[in-house]
């Protein structure tokens, strides 16, 4: 019989969902060496954490995380709860020998992320950061063509992530856009996506320059109400104090230029997360909307058969698709949760630490520091531009 890994689960939202069905799913799929359980799902209201567990198929459930982390009967600590929280949850579940995957971004500031990765390490427990998008096939399969070397050099690195969730004036004033609770907006929630998947397939970033924006300066209170909706409270208003837009340039420690855009303004665009990499040899494009599918081109193709193709990567050769369907068989979103989890539980069994980690987050952080930095006014060379008559 496999050993079990137990399972406690700090929230239950969008998130604690996708980490739930991963753990549920990933026996059924993959032959990992341990066996996930979903020990224990944890959130301050009652009735909802009771209904979580149910649903989701929790053998119990705390209202509160210190009691969860003291429990003998659980080995991993998975933390999907709002930005503010992730240090001192993942800090005291190191303390007290726990594995831990946290939801990113990983902390509020470099400072906490230091003391978060300071935690895990000495305490020699296995962590993950949940950069989801790094296990798309797809992209797992960009990153092979890359190391091989298709591409040649790297010169471009260009990621847009686009959403439009809170694009009406009156859509409530979430967690999400509290800096106090989520420590950044489109840059923290979907920049660092990007970021990570720069970080994974090109290399470190080492400069940068950025350019953030707040559209909408004030809304209705209110709080998330399932997935990305939400019910706003009565007629209070209040500030946001994150950003609505970020865009970023900068360089790579191999001298590629790299180019980030994230944005909850761009109209149409749910989730709209793409790359394009441009090589010596070729460039590679893809787009979370249809994950499926790999773009690549490459210079070394005959004359009049130069373009993209488009790769189906469901192929039982690539990256994780054996464990599903026959070949033309696509998978979606929440495959992505099975791949990293599945990646979590094999760190835990063999004791070799998986990618990306609390190290990855720390780095992440880094980056979104130098941003926020970067973008405030003074800190960027702003040139005018001057008035052209005609
Ligand atoms: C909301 O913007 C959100 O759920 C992000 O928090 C996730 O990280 C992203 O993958 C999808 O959108």
């Known amino acids: 019989m496999k050993k079990q890994v137990r399972i406690g689960l700090v929230g239950y939202q969008f998130m604690g969902k996708a980490h739930s069905h991963a753990?549920?799913?990933?026996?059924?799929?993959?032959d990992t060496e341990v066996e996930p359980v979903l020990a224990a799902i944890c959130g301050r209201n009652e009735t909802a954490v009771k209904e979580a567990a149910n649903q989701m198929g929790f053998e119990s459930y705390e209202t509160d995380w210190r009691s969860l982390i003291e429990r003998d009967d659980i080995d991993v600590i998975d933390i999907v709860t709002p930005n503010n929280t992730h240090a001192e949850i993942a800090i005291a579940a190191a303390k007290a020998g726990k594995h831990v995957?946290?939801?990113?971004?990983?902390?509020?500031?470099?400072?906490?992320?230091?003391?978060?990765?300071?935690a895990v390490v000495s305490n020699q427990v296995i962590h993950m950061i949940c950069h989801n998008y790094r296990f798309v096939p797809a992209l797992t399969y960009a990153k092979k063509l890359i190391e091989e070397g298709k591409l040649g050099q790297i010169y471009h690195f260009r990621a847009?992530?686009?959403?439009?969730?809170?694009?009406?004036?009156?859509?409530?004033?979430?967690?999400?856009?509290?800096?106090?609770v989520a420590g950044s907006g489109a840059l923290g929630d979907l920049a660092a996506h990007s970021i990570d998947l720069a970080h994974y397939l090109v290399d470190d970033l080492t400069e940068i320059q950025a350019l953030t924006k707040t559209f909408i300066k004030e809304r209705p209170v209110g709080e998330m109400s399932g997935g990305l909706s939400a019910t706003r409270a009565g007629e209070e208003r209040g500030?946001?104090?994150?950003?609505?837009a970020v865009a970023i340039i900068g360089t790579f420690a191999n001298g590629a230029m790299a180019t980030f855009e994230a944005t909850r303004f761009a109209g149409g665009n749910r989730n709209r997360n793409q790359i394009e990499?441009?090589?010596?040899?070729?460039?590679?494009?893809w787009n979370m909307e249809d994950m499926n599918k790999l773009e690549l081109y490459l210079a070394a193709d005959a004359e009049g058969m130069q373009g993209f193709r488009t790769i189906d990567v469901t192929e039982e050769s690539h990256p994780y698709m054996d464990a599903y369907w026959a070949a033309g068989h696509m998978i979606g979103y929440e495959h992505t949760f099975i791949h990293l989890i599945h990646e979590f539980m094999q760190g835990i069994a063999t004791g070799k630490q998986p990618e990306p980690n609390f190290f990855d987050g720390l780095k992440n952080q880094?980056?979104?520091?130098?941003?926020?930095?970067?973008?405030?006014?003074?800190?960027?060379?702003?040139?005018?531009?001057?008035?052209?008559?005609t």
């Open 160 to 180: 847009n992530y686009l959403q439009d969730f809170i694009m009406s004036p009156e859509f409530p004033l979430i967690w999400r856009l509290k800096k106090d």
């Open 101 to 118: 995957l946290t939801e990113k971004p990983l902390a509020m500031s470099v400072e906490e992320a230091e003391e978060m990765h300071d």
């Open 366 to 389: 880094a980056v979104l520091a130098a941003v926020e930095q970067a973008a405030e006014t003074g800190q960027r060379q702003v040139v005018e531009l001057p008035e052209i008559k």
């Open 239 to 244: 500030s946001v104090t994150v950003d609505d």
């Open 23 to 30: 753990y549920r799913s990933l026996p059924f799929f993959f």
């Open 277 to 285: 990499i441009n090589g010596e040899y070729g460039s590679i494009r």
